[in-house]
Every structure is written in C-alpha cells, then in structure tokens.
C-alpha cells in the first residue's frame, strides 16, 4: 500500500525534481540510503567502483571477443556491447534499493 506524502521544494530543487523521471522513486531510494546510514559519499564512492569495474568487464569482454574471434566464427559475431549492457542492467537491477 503506497502512503501520499507532501514534498515542500524551493524553485531550484523543484527544477531538479522536474528533471528526474520518477521523483517518488527517487525519494523511496534516498530515504532508505538515510535509513541505513548511507551517505551522499559512500553512494559517490560506490558509484566510481561500479563504473570503474563496469570499465575492466567491457575492456575483458572485448579481448576475450579478439582472441577467440580466431577460433570461432560465430563468437566474431557476438556484440560485446549488447552482452556488457544486458549485464549492466542485471547488475543494476541486482544493487536498486527500490522498495514497491
């Protein structure tokens, strides 16, 4: 069951909530990161690890492509980017503190 809040904004927040796609969503997140005591620096710090990591996956994936696109034609033909994103988005979907 959803409960309705009211969210009092000045003008400059108000415009950074227009540009989020799901403000709710992103409340719900916020509040549950306050919740277990995370901070906007543990959050940024995940954050650079993710993609530092999310860099080194993409970076393999296309070496282990070269080196076995020689073995294997069919392997030649798999795009790296759509199999890295299909990950990303598993992970992501994995890490989300989104409660419905």
């Not at 108000?14 to 919740?35: D, G, Q, T, Y």
């Not at 970076?59 to 980017?81: G, H």
Request: proline share 2%; with cysteine.
């Amino acid at each position: 069951m959803k409960v309705q809040k009211m969210v009092s904004l000045d003008p400059e927040t108000a415009k950074i909530a227009e540009s989020l796609p799901n403000f709710s969503r992103f409340v719900r997140i916020a509040l549950n990161m306050h919740a277990m005591g995370e901070g906007v620096e543990a959050v940024q710090r995940r954050v650079r690890l993710w993609k530092r990591v999310s860099d080194a996956m993409r970076q393999e994936c296309i070496r282990m492509r070269m080196l076995f696109a020689r073995e294997s034609e069919e392997l030649a033909t798999v795009n790296v980017d759509d199999v890295f994103m299909n990950a990303q988005l598993e992970a992501r979907s994995q890490s989300e503190l989104d409660v419905e």
